[in-house]
C-alpha cells in the first residue's frame, strides 16, 4: 500500500488481501469478521514482537562489529520502534521491553498470541504482571 493512497481505496485492498470484498450480508457475518480480525490483529502482534526482538539482535551485532561498547549497543533502538510505528519513544520502549520479553522468556504466551488466543493488551498485561519476576 502506497502513502498516495485514499482511506477508502486502501479499505479496499485490504478487504480485497483478507477475501472480504463484498460488505457483511448479516449480522452473524459481521460478528464472525470480527472475531477473524481480532485474531489476525493478535497473530500480527506476535509477528511484530518477534521483528521487534530480531531488529535488537541485528542492531547489536551491527554495534558489535563496528566496536561499540557492549554498555551502548542498543541506545536509541526504541525511538526508532515508535518512530516505526507512529508512536513516542516512551511507546517504543515499551514494545520493545514486551517483545523481548514475550520471545527471550514467555515463548508459550507468544504461541498464544500467535494462535489469537490472546489479544495483545492481555500479552502486554502478562508481561507486566511477570516483570518483578527473575526469568
Known amino acids: 500500500m502506497t502513502d498516495s ?3 477508502a481505496a486502501s479499505m479496499v485492498q485490504v478487504r480485497a488481501m483478507l ?3 463484498d460488505p457483511s450480508d448479516s449480522s452473524a457475518q459481521c460478528i464472525d469478521r ?3 480480525l481480532a485474531r489476525l490483529k493478535a ?3 506476535a509477528l ?3 521483528e521487534i526482538a530480531d531488529l535488537e539482535q541485528y542492531r547489536h551485532e551491527e554495534e558489535a562489529a ?3 561498547p557492549k554498555s551502548r549497543r542498543g541506545h536509541g533502538l526504541a525511538a526508532e520502534i515508535g518512530l516505526a510505528r507512529g508512536q513516542s519513544p516512551a511507546r517504543g520502549s515499551k514494545c520493545l521491553q514486551v517483545a523481548r520479553t514475550l520471545v527471550q522468556d514467555m515463548p508459550k504466551t507468544l504461541d498464544a498470541l ?3 488466543q490472546l489479544d495483545e493488551e492481555r500479552a502486554q498485561a502478562v508481561v507486566k504482571e511477570v516483570s518483578w519476576l527473575t526469568p
Do not use: P, Y
Open 5 to 7: 493512497m485514499t482511506g
Open 19 to 21: 477475501g472480504m470484498l
Open 34 to 36: 470480527l472475531q477473524t
Open 43 to 45: 497473530r500480527i502482534a
Open 48 to 50: 511484530e514482537a518477534e
Open 66 to 68: 563496528r566496536g561499540v
Open 114 to 116: 500467535a494462535l489469537g
